[in-house]
């Protein structure tokens, strides 16, 4: 049953992008492989979870078989409280970078995660810069710590929410006013 609480809340015209990743070219740096994989953060429920292997980072690289614009995420980390994903970075059309790209380039948008932003089922955080994650085709995601001292990241859920452009109706488009 979906209560108030954990329903999604999208704005008008936002959808979740799940069905516009291209789940088969998705990858994740340091993933705790075979068993907590990126393919199950990505999948609905919180039985299922992405795990760090070695230390508390991720490197998720999420490419789009559309253009989207991310206007929103999620988090979630189930009952891991002090597992779930504090710092991230997020790198718009960035391609095969790893952990020192990551640490040294500068990011398009990063938030800071609460741990109310991740309890449970997760909330929505909008992306607050309304340019920074539009016409991508490829997102590279870095979590740079956790909530806690825990060894180890965990996200049950990743939610990214928005629009992908195939879909928006050219003949709807006004023009700006300047």
């Known amino acids: 049953e979906i209560t108030q609480q954990t ?23 340091n993933e705790l492989a075979p068993d907590h994989t990126l393919s199950d953060a990505l999948a609905k429920g919180l039985d299922t979870w992405l795990e760090s292997d070695c230390d508390e980072q991720l490197l998720l690289h999420i490419p789009f078989h559309v253009p989207v614009d991310v206007l929103a995420v999620r988090f979630a980390a189930g009952v891991h409280d002090d597992e779930a994903p504090r710092t991230v970075h997020f790198f718009a059309n960035k391609h095969s970078m790893d952990f020192d790209d990551a640490t040294t380039l500068r990011p398009t948008w990063s938030v800071e995660l609460s741990a109310s932003d991740t309890a449970m089922a997760g909330r929505l955080v909008r992306v607050d810069d309304c340019l920074a994650l539009r ?4 997102l590279t995601i870095f979590v740079e710590d956790n909530q806690g001292s825990a060894p180890t990241t965990r996200i049950a859920t990743l939610e990214l929410v928005g629009k992908g452009l195939a879909s928006t109706d050219m003949a709807n488009l006004k023009e700006c006013s300047s």
Request: glycine share 4%; hydrophobic share 35%; aromatic share 4%.
């Open 7 to 29: 329903r999604p809340l999208y704005g008008m015209n936002e959808e979740s992008l799940l069905e516009s990743i291209d789940k088969s070219h998705a990858t994740c740096m």
């Open 135 to 138: 016409h991508i085709v490829e």
